[in-house]
């Protein structure tokens, strides 16, 4: 089914404008970021950009129009980010057109320039209307880099639990989860690396049209700028730097300021760039400082877990009513001894080597254990026996009381038996002579 031109027009003409609607509408630094690279819709946001291009005749509004674009891309690259992370495909899309539009803003500049134009109010203007994007951008990295830390801490924690609980398998799935976890974080810091570059590269190209004063003050503005993303750094990692840490940075830095307000800009930016140079010795001591930190961290839970693997042998020990020697965690104690030394020392590495040691040493520990489990079990099963065998020849010692009795029973009801016999003849017997003489007697009297 075609289309037609009323049809079309409409359509033309709202893609032409849309954009500007969502700025207007929300007031906020980015645009809405509308269909993501990760949408099968996508195509209109290029068509409408593309028209917009079209429809845009001066160079200068063209340029413009390229640092709108690449901040249209800074909040898609937040959208995917948010929503499906730094692995997505849309991001990498996102990027590259990112990248496109700051090198077809300079490549404008440039062409300017080439024909004679006198281009630096309009590279101080992109360069300036570049500050907003670019600070959304980095933002959206940090945003992203916090979520994975806490994704980190989350997983370590039930990694943890996991390991105490003695969940083999949850605790495989979980270390391989936290491992996608760590790859997910690396990967991150490459793309912000790598667009980072791309920007400061395209930023120069601007500088390089930009009046001598317009480039000193940007410079001494930046300069603050990574000062105090430097101090928040530190602070959101919990480094503390010495009090004189930014002491050559603010001496240049003053001293760049001074030669500005005297109109010597070139000097100004050379001292603000010192001024630059002398923070990558700070940001590689809070480098240094969080790597110290996160090994204390980790030799502190390795501590922490081997006292705790300790206690959990006790218990069961106590449990099962066993008895362990005095020097049933000797080694254990001796490792834990000198892990809590190298700690104090400040040698982490080393201290969470001696813990996982220790913790290694209960191995030994929980074999004496079951040991000690088999010989009690074998000595209540003998103890079982035993009695089992008192009780059967108790049984049979009864039985054998009880046919005794049974048997005297009989001999006495026998004896008595007889002697009724006995007695009964007797006082037959008796009858009997008692007869005879009574006999005996009528026979006299007879005669």
Same mark, same amino acid.
């Given at each position: 089914?075609?289309?037609?031109?009323?049809?079309?027009?409409?359509?033309?003409?709202?893609?032409?404008?849309?954009?500007?609607?969502?700025?207007?509408?929300?007031?906020?630094?980015?645009?809405?970021?509308?269909?993501?690279?990760?949408?099968?819709?996508?195509?209109?946001?290029?068509?409408?950009?593309?028209?917009?291009?079209?429809?845009?005749?001066?160079p200068e509004g063209k340029a413009h129009l390229q640092?709108?674009?690449?901040?249209?891309?800074?909040?898609?690259?937040?959208?995917?980010?948010?929503?499906?992370?730094?692995?997505?495909?849309?991001?990498?899309?996102?990027?590259?057109?990112?990248?496109?539009?700051?090198?077809?803003?300079?490549?404008?500049?440039?062409?300017?320039?080439?024909?004679?134009?006198?281009?630096?109010?309009?590279?101080?203007?992109?360069? *300036?209307?570049?500050?907003?994007?670019k600070s959304a951008l980095a933002d959206s990295f940090?945003?992203?880099?916090?979520?994975?830390?806490?994704?980190?801490?989350?997983?370590?924690?039930?990694?943890?639990?996991?390991?105490?609980?003695?969940?083999?398998?949850?605790? @495989?799935?979980?270390?391989?989860?936290?491992?996608?976890?760590k790859a997910q974080k690396e990967l991150l810091e490459?793309?912000?690396?790598?667009?980072?570059?791309?920007?400061?590269?395209?930023?120069?190209?601007?500088?390089?049209?930009?009046?001598?004063?317009?480039?000193?003050?940007?410079?001494?503005?930046?300069?603050?700028?990574?000062?105090?993303?430097?101090?928040?750094?530190? &602070?959101?990692?919990?480094?503390?730097?010495?009090?004189?840490?930014?002491?050559?940075?603010?001496?240049?830095?003053?001293?760049?300021?001074?030669?500005?307000?005297?109109?010597?800009?070139?000097?100004?930016?050379?001292?603000?760039?010192?001024?630059?140079?002398?923070?990558?010795?700070?940001?590689?001591?809070?480098? @240094?400082?969080?790597?110290?930190?996160?090994?204390?961290?980790?030799?502190?839970?390795?501590?922490?877990?081997?006292?705790?693997?300790?206690?959990?042998?006790? *218990?069961?020990?106590?449990?099962?009513?066993?008895?362990?020697?005095?020097?049933?965690? &000797?080694?254990?104690?001796?490792?834990?001894?000198?892990?809590?030394?190298?700690?104090?020392?400040?040698?982490?590495?080393? &201290?969470?080597?001696?813990?996982?040691?220790?913790? *290694?040493?209960?191995?030994?520990?929980?074999?004496?254990?079951?040991?000690?489990?088999?010989?009690?079990?074998?000595?209540?099963?003998?103890?079982?026996?035993?009695?089992?065998?008192?009780?059967?020849?108790?049984?049979?010692?009864?039985?054998?009381?009880?046919?005794?009795?049974?048997?005297?029973?009989?001999?006495? @009801?026998?004896?008595?038996?007889?002697?009724?016999?006995?007695?009964?003849?007797?006082?037959?017997?008796?009858?009997?002579?008692?007869?005879?003489?009574?006999?005996?007697?009528?026979?006299?009297?007879?005669?």
């Open positions: 089914m075609k289309m037609s031109m009323n049809t079309i027009k409409p359509i033309l003409i709202s893609l032409l404008f849309i954009p500007f609607l969502v700025f207007a509408q929300n007031g906020a630094v980015l645009p809405k970021a509308g269909f993501t690279p990760e949408s099968p819709f996508y195509f209109l946001d290029k068509l409408g950009e593309a028209l917009r291009e079209f429809f845009t005749f001066n640092i709108t674009f690449a901040a249209e891309r800074v909040a898609e690259i937040k959208v995917v980010l948010e929503k499906r992370g730094v692995e997505a495909k849309g991001l990498e899309v996102a990027q590259s057109r990112f990248q496109a539009h700051l090198a077809n803003a300079a490549t404008i500049v440039a062409d300017q320039k080439s024909k004679g134009e006198d281009v630096s109010n309009l590279a101080k203007e992109l360069d *300036d209307k570049l500050e907003k994007p940090k945003t992203e880099k916090r979520a994975l830390e806490a994704k980190e801490d989350e997983l370590k924690a039930q990694l943890k639990a996991a390991h105490q609980a003695g969940d083999t398998a949850k605790e @495989e799935a979980l270390a391989q989860e936290l491992g996608q976890v490459l793309k912000e690396e790598d667009i980072e570059n791309e920007l400061e590269a395209e930023e120069e190209k601007l500088e390089e049209e930009m009046e001598a004063q317009h480039k000193a003050e940007k410079a001494i503005r930046e300069a603050e700028e990574e000062k105090a993303e430097l101090i928040d750094e530190a &602070a959101e990692e919990g480094v503390e730097l010495p009090a004189s840490a930014f002491a050559e940075f603010d001496n240049l830095l003053a001293q760049a300021k001074s030669a500005l307000q005297a109109g010597n800009f070139v000097e100004a930016k050379n001292l603000t760039k010192r001024a630059e140079k002398s923070l990558d010795q700070i940001e590689k001591t809070i480098e @240094e400082l969080e790597k110290k930190q996160e090994k204390r961290e980790e030799a502190e839970e390795a501590i922490q877990e081997a006292e705790e693997e300790k206690q959990e042998v006790l *218990d069961e020990a106590r449990k099962e009513g066993i008895e362990l020697p005095s020097s049933a965690f &000797a080694k254990f104690d001796r490792l834990l001894a000198q892990a809590k030394e190298l700690f104090v020392k400040e040698n982490y590495q080393g &201290a969470k080597q001696l813990a996982e040691q220790a913790e *290694d040493a209960l191995e030994d520990v929980d074999k004496e254990i079951e040991k000690l489990e088999k010989e009690k079990e074998q000595q209540e099963e003998q103890a079982k026996e035993e009695i089992e065998k008192l009780e059967k020849e108790k049984e049979q010692q009864e039985e054998q009381a009880k046919e005794e009795i049974e048997k005297l029973e009989k001999e006495k @009801e026998n004896k008595e038996e007889q002697a009724k016999e006995e007695e009964e003849r007797n006082r037959e017997q008796e009858e009997k002579q008692q007869e005879e003489a009574k006999d005996r007697d009528n026979e006299k009297e007879e005669r």
